[in-house]
């Protein structure tokens, strides 16, 4: 198959126009058609990265930065629900041997990798990058999956709406902390690369997009017994943000939120954008020592 020029656009709609294909608004499909930022992207998710290494992409649709990372000699597989894109996927990339495909919703199947991954003695099939240009209306749900799961690459790449890019990157205390960046934090620093606006995309999304950049820590800030026990506290905590922290944890441990509370030296009349992750987990060990 002829290389596709991806910053030609007229070039991207004959493609879609000869397979019967459209960008759907539903699944938040739109195509970076900006060289610029294609290379600035691919320079996020291959940086440090030796030859041969793996990358699993989450929702390539026609490959335009699958291509840029294969370009670099690293094995990638991509994520595909959409059935259109993954036959084009499958026919583009057919001579590549360093390229896989897995069909269906990431929300599963990304799931399913990463165990059989897992179940290999020496760990070589795990990713060293996960990455990907997630739609808007479930880019949080994945990326909160993965986190809640402990699927833990030593580097996430993500192109976002801002609005969600900034609430995943969030400091403690800030406006936009909440349980996605509290949950992030255990296991990730986070930075914000750049911004890209509406016109380096087609079509032209309605809001500007951001790529951030989780850099894996040195160790999850938590012990491994208690990680699902944080994630469920974490989620109860900032369920209502308006509400007291004593008010949101009821919902979860009843009339013991006060014993728990006042172990865990959190005051239980703060709103939940006020605890330091340091406050969740100390919660959650309150919690635990009274199971």
Request: with cysteine; charged share 25%; hydrophobic share 40%.
């Amino acid at each position: 198959m002829t290389e596709l020029d991806y910053s030609d656009v007229s070039k991207i709609k004959a493609v879609l126009l000869e397979r019967g294909l459209s960008p759907t608004k539903h699944r938040g499909q739109n195509f970076l058609v900006s060289d610029s930022y294609r290379k600035k992207i691919a320079d996020e998710i291959t940086c440090s990265l030796p030859s041969g290494s793996i990358v699993w992409e989450i929702g390539p649709g026609l490959g335009s930065i699958s291509d840029a990372i294969l370009k670099r000699s690293l094995c990638l597989k991509a994520f595909e629900l959409d059935y259109g894109f993954s036959c084009f996927l499958k026919e583009y990339y057919a001579n590549n041997p360093n390229f896989s495909l897995v069909e269906g919703d990431a929300l599963k199947t990304l799931f399913c990798e990463y165990e059989k991954a897992l179940s290999n003695d020496d760990n070589t099939l795990l990713p060293e990058v996960i990455c990907g240009n997630l739609p808007y209306n479930v880019g949080t749900v994945i990326i909160a999956n993965a986190l809640e799961k402990q699927l833990l690459p030593k580097r996430m790449v993500f192109t976002l709406q801002k609005e969600v890019a900034e609430r995943l990157s969030a400091k403690p205390l800030s406006s936009e902390w909440g349980s996605l960046a509290s949950l992030r934090e255990l296991s990730y620093n986070a930075k914000i690369a750049f911004d890209i606006p509406p016109s380096a995309f087609y079509p032209h999304p309605k809001v500007t997009s951001s790529v951030v950049v989780l850099e894996k820590k040195s160790e999850v800030l938590i012990e491994k017994t208690l990680y699902d026990k944080f994630v469920v506290v974490n989620r109860a905590l900032f369920s209502q943000k308006r509400k007291t922290v004593r008010n949101n944890l009821q919902q979860l441990i009843g009339s013991s939120s006060d014993e728990v509370l006042k172990n865990s030296k959190v005051d239980p009349s703060i709103r939940p954008e006020k605890l330091l992750l340091e406050d969740i987990i100390n919660i959650t060990k309150a919690i635990r020592s009274k199971e």
